[in-house]
């Protein structure tokens, strides 16, 4: 009889954890992480950031190269230094820690954070 009660037991715990996996879905990484910048209303923290022409902030997300592609008429380095290239393979420098304006009427096409 106590190995019924057992047997019965571990049944019982097997179908709560099926039912569990089974309505229970992973989660995907968000689109923020899979995304080389993402647009805020400020430039965060440790980020490199360049202003578009509309007013958006692009925070570059991580070191080496961003394809970005648009016009942006400023940069702010909060934290490391950058290279802002553009379309007729001209580039601005922003060393860490400083901004500056950049050539608004020129069309960007990445930014390589140095790290």
């Not at 950058?82 to 990445?110: C, I, K, M």
Request: glycine letters at 6%.
């Amino acid at each position: 009889m106590h190995s019924v009660k057992r047997v019965a037991a571990r049944t019982a715990t097997a179908i709560a954890l099926g039912a569990i996996a089974l309505t229970v879905t992973p989660t995907s990484a968000s689109a923020i992480e899979a995304q080389p910048q993402y647009k805020s209303y400020k430039c965060d923290d440790g980020r490199a950031c360049v202003y578009d022409t509309s007013g958006q902030v692009w925070n570059m997300e991580h070191c080496g190269n961003n394809p970005i592609y648009g016009r942006f008429n400023y940069a702010k380095a909060h934290g490391n230094s950058f290279r802002v290239w553009y379309r007729n393979n001209t580039w601005d420098f922003v060393p860490a820690w400083s901004e500056r304006t950049l050539d608004g009427g020129n069309y960007v096409t990445q930014v390589d954070v140095y790290c």
